[in-house]
C-alpha cells in the first residue's frame, strides 16, 4: 500500500442547517493513498476554546511552544464574565436584532452602552474611557470588535438609537403584549443636575430634591413588569395628562384593540376616566378610588364594617360610579400599622407643641407675638403632618392646642381600606384577579428604583440636549429590559423568590401580603440555596462574575489568551442562562 503521510492539522468545517450556520474543529491527519487524498479525523476540538484552538493550530504549525520557566508572561487581565452574561443574554433574548436587523458600527456602539450600563453604570465618558483599549475595563470592546472608538461616536450613537425608538419599542410590544393583556402604567421623575434644556422644569420631585428641575418619564411594561417602552415629559408635567399619549401609542403604533390599562389612583383620575377612557371601544382599566372618595362612601354607609366580618374584600355598587365595579379591600396588617405610625406621630407632634406652650409662658425672655409663635408652630406640623388633626389657638402671649379627636376616628375609620374601581365585566376578571393585577404595578415602581438608584442609575443626569436626555432615559430602560431577563433566569441564585406560585397556592387572601415560598424563607434564612450555592444580590453576583478572567500572555514570539477556570457558582449561573463560557 502506498501511503504517504502528512503533518497533522486543525481543520475548520462550516455548515448551514435550517438558517443557522455552524463551526466544527477536527484535529486530522492527510494523507495519500493510492493517488488519493485522504483524512482521518483523530478528535472533535469544538468544544475547546477558540484561543486553545488557535494556540493548537499554531503549535502544529511550527510556533515554539509555551515555557512556563522562562519567556512565559502574562501581559493583561480583563473582567469576562460578567460580560459573557449581559451579552450572551441580550442577543439570546433577541435585543440585538430588535436594535438593528443589520449588522453595524452604530448597533456594536449602542449594545456596548446597554451592557455597560448593566455591569458598571456611569457616565457616557466613563463609559468610553472603559471601552477604550489602552483603558479597558472589561473584554466588552474585545466582544464587541470595537476599537480606536472617538467619543463623539459614542453620542452619535445615542442620536442613532433614539431614532431608531418607535421601531424598536414595537418589537417589544409585539413581543411581549397581546390583545387583552394588562397593560401597567407608571410615572417617575429624576432631578437634573446638568445645563437647562427644554425638558427640564420644577415639579413635584419624587427624589426628595426640591433645588433641582427635573425630568418626568412614563414607563409601559406587561402585566409581568418586563418593560416595553417609555417616554420623557417636561418636568412640570401631571401624572394625568401622560395618559392620553400612552393610550394612543398602545392603540396605534403598537395596533392593540383591546387593552386592559392598569394604573394607581394619581394616575387614572376620575376625569381621565371620563374624559379619555370611558367611551373607548375595547379600553378597561383598573386602578383605585382616592381617599376623599372612600371617606365618601363611609359616610354614605356604602362601606360598613359589616363587610368584612367574613373576608376581607367585597364588592360594592355605587351611583357615583355607574357602569364600574368597585372592590373594597381591608388590610388589617396595614391598619394596625396605620394606627401604630398616626399614634406616634401625634405624640411627637404633642411633645414638640408643648416646648413652643412652655416657651410661651415662661417668665424669663417669654416666647412673644404671633407671628413668631406660629412660625414654631408651622415648623412642627409641616413635619409631622399633622395639622389636620389639632385645633390652635394663637395670641400675642398666649398659645394653646387641642387635639380634633373627630378627624382622627374619622380618619382610623379608613386604615387599612383601600377599593379598586374596574370597568372589567366580573365574568372576564373576578375579584382577586382584579385585585392581583392593580397590585402587580408594584413591579414598575421596583422597575423605576432599580433604573434610578438600585442598579442602573438613571440620574444623576448631564446632557444638554433634549434628545439625549430622551435617549438616555431609552437607553436605561433598554437595561432594565435585560436586566430583567438576567433577574428571571437567575431568580434561584439571587435572594427573589423563585417559586412564589407554589407560595401563591398557600395565601389565604389576596389582600394579605404576599408569602414566601420555603426556598425563599431557607435563602433569607442560611445565604445558600438547597443545593449549597452562595445567595446574593444581583449585582454582587454581576461582580462575582468580573473575576472570570481573560488573561493574555506571551511566550517568546507567540501571543494568546486563556480564560482563568470558571468556579462552581460560576458554571452554575452560566448554566440557569444557557449560555456557554466562552
Known amino acids: 500500500m502506498n501511503r504517504k503521510r502528512r503533518a497533522v492539522h486543525v481543520a475548520t468545517i462550516t455548515s448551514t442547517h435550517k438558517g443557522k450556520t455552524y463551526q466544527s474543529h477536527l484535529l486530522r491527519r492527510t494523507y495519500r493513498e493510492g493517488g488519493k487524498v485522504k483524512h482521518e479525523t483523530l478528535g472533535n476540538l469544538s468544544d475547546l476554546p477558540l484561543d486553545a484552538i488557535d494556540y493548537i493550530r499554531k503549535r502544529l504549525r511550527g510556533a ?15 473582567p469576562h464574565g460578567h460580560v459573557a452574561a449581559v451579552l450572551g443574554t441580550l442577543r439570546k433574548i433577541g435585543l440585538e436584532t430588535a436594535i438593528g436587523s443589520k449588522p453595524s458600527r452604530e448597533r456594536d456602539l449602542v449594545v456596548a452602552l446597554i451592557a455597560s450600563r448593566i455591569i458598571h453604570p456611569g457616565s457616557k465618558l466613563a463609559t468610553f474611557t472603559g471601552l477604550c483599549p489602552e483603558t479597558a ?9 470595537l476599537s480606536e472608538i472617538d467619543s463623539k461616536e459614542i453620542y452619535a450613537s445615542l442620536d442613532w438609537l433614539l431614532e431608531r425608538q418607535s421601531r424598536i419599542e414595537k418589537k417589544l410590544s409585539k413581543k411581549h403584549l397581546a390583545d ?3 397593560v401597567l402604567y407608571d410615572v417617575s421623575s429624576s432631578y437634573y443636575t446638568g445645563r437647562t434644556s427644554g425638558l427640564v422644569k420644577r415639579g413635584y420631585s419624587r427624589d426628595g430634591k426640591k433645588a433641582f428641575p427635573q425630568i418626568v418619564y412614563g414607563l409601559l411594561c406587561n402585566r409581568d413588569g418586563c418593560p416595553v417602552a417609555v417616554e420623557v415629559f417636561s418636568g412640570n408635567t401631571a401624572d394625568p395628562t401622560t395618559l392620553a399619549s400612552q393610550i394612543k401609542k398602545l392603540r396605534q403604533r403598537f395596533a392593540l384593540e ?3 390599562l392598569v394604573g394607581d389612583r394619581g394616575m387614572i383620575t376620575s376625569r381621565r376616566i371620563d374624559e379619555e377612557l370611558r367611551d373607548v371601544e375595547g379600553l378597561d382599566w383598573i386602578t383605585a378610588l382616592r381617599s376623599e372618595s372612600i371617606r365618601k362612601l363611609v359616610s354614605q354607609q356604602v362601606i360598613q ?11 360594592i355598587t355605587s ?4 357602569d364600574e365595579r368597585l372592590i373594597v379591600c381591608r388590610n388589617p396588617i396595614l391598619a394596625e400599622e396605620r394606627a401604630r405610625k398616626r399614634r406616634e406621630l401625634l405624640q411627637a407632634t404633642e411633645q414638640e407643641l408643648n416646648k413652643i406652650v412652655e416657651a410661651v409662658a415662661r417668665k424669663r425672655a417669654p416666647l412673644r407675638g404671633e407671628g413668631k409663635i406660629g412660625l414654631r408652630v408651622g415648623r412642627v406640623l409641616n413635619k409631622y403632618k399633622m395639622a389636620k388633626h389639632f385645633k390652635l389657638e394663637i395670641k400675642q402671649d398666649q398659645f394653646t392646642y387641642q387635639r380634633r379627636e373627630e378627624k382622627i376616628t374619622e380618619e382610623a375609620a379608613l386604615d ?33 428604583r432599580r433604573m434610578k438608584t438600585v442598579d442602573l442609575e438613571i440620574r444623576p443626569i448631564f446632557h444638554w440636549k433634549d434628545d439625549r436626555i430622551q435617549a438616555h432615559v431609552f437607553l436605561c430602560m433598554l ?18 423568590d423563585h417559586e412564589r406560585e407554589s407560595a401563591e397556592e398557600t395565601r389565604s387572601s389576596i389582600v394579605t401580603p404576599a408569602p414566601r415560598s420555603k426556598a425563599a424563607q431557607h435563602k433569607d434564612n442560611k445565604k445558600k440555596t438547597h443545593d449549597g450555592y452562595p445567595v446574593q444580590s444581583f449585582r454582587s453576583l454581576l461582580k462575582d462574575l468580573g473575576t472570570l478572567c481573560r488573561n493574555y500572555a506571551e511566550a517568546q514570539s507567540s501571543e494568546f489568551s486563556i480564560l482563568t477556570k470558571p468556579t462552581r457558582l460560576q458554571r452554575r449561573v452560566f448554566d440557569l442562562l444557557g449560555l456557554a463560557i466562552a
Open 416 to 448: 387599612g381600606l383601600y377599593v379598586i374601581r374596574t370597568s372589567m365585566d366580573a365574568e372576564a376578571f373576578r375579584s382577586e384577579e382584579t385585585v392581583r393585577a392593580y397590585k402587580s404595578l408594584s413591579q414598575v415602581e421596583r422597575a423605576f
Open 305 to 315: 364594617p359589616s363587610l368584612f366580618d367574613e373576608r376581607d374584600l367585597a364588592e
Open 258 to 260: 383591546r387593552v386592559v
Open 180 to 182: 387583552g393583556t394588562l
Open 479 to 496: 437595561a432594565y429590559y435585560v436586566e430583567w431577563h438576567l433577574r428571571r433566569d437567575l431568580k434561584p441564585l439571587l435572594f427573589d
Open 137 to 145: 475595563q472589561s473584554t466588552l470592546a474585545e466582544e464587541l470588535d
Open 319 to 322: 351611583d357615583d360610579f355607574p
Open 64 to 78: 515554539p511552544p509555551i515555557d512556563p520557566d522562562g519567556g512565559f508572561e502574562i501581559t493583561r487581565s480583563l
